[in-house]
């Protein structure tokens, strides 16, 4: 029966797997001198191809695996950044404390207090506004900094897990071939024993479908 390569995915992190090779000489090893050759090789090249096309799939699935570390690998630098800016922001909200707490109140009421009071406070704003100036600017590039290494990591990220879905679909596509393939031949080599009575034959050769369920 055709499996998904979702399924097969389950099957194979379940260890619902075989060695179909092995299975293949391992069930027909006692009645390997009454088995028709021909058939017998059939079915050992169409096992151990496979077995190998199984491999495929499975560093298919490593792969994609491998694409969830890449997601995990800039943690580090995001991390610092989002440190540097709390950082800013607790000195943001420093310079606006400040503001407050550096101007002096009027000493007077006349035009020149009040042009003093003024200029003191436009000085401190000014020297706060350019210290500002610079949290911003620094704010701006680390916010930069940090969508670009996040689109990074999400396009190699992708472009990974892509890349092994594409690996193992046309793995799973080759392995639903091949396992049709086998039953067939599976089923041909069985009902030639049946016809030669060879029914110990007949059975070891039908004992190799147990590794797709056995149906």
Known sequence: MAKTPDQRVKELKSNVTWV????????????RR????????????????????????????EKQD???????KPGGDLSKMNQQIEALFKTLDGLRAEAGATVKSKSGDGIDDLISYW??????????????????????????????????TIGKVRAQADAAKSEMSRANNELNALEAQIRSAVINCEAAAIKQNKLDVAKAVKAVLKVFGGK
């Open 20 to 31: 179909v090779a092995n299975v293949w000489d391992t069930e027909t090893a006692k009645v």
């Open 34 to 61: 009454d088995l028709d050759a021909s058939a017998y090789k059939t079915i050992a090249g169409l096992a151990k191809r496979f077995d190998a096309v199984q491999d495929k799939f499975r560093e298919g699935i």
């Open 66 to 72: 491998k694409s969830k570390d890449l997601a995990d």
């Open 119 to 152: 200029e003191e406070s436009l000085k401190t704003n000014q020297a706060i506004t350019k210290e500002s100036k610079a949290c911003f600017d620094q704010l701006s590039k680390l916010y930069e900094t940090y969508d670009k290494l996040v689109a990074d």
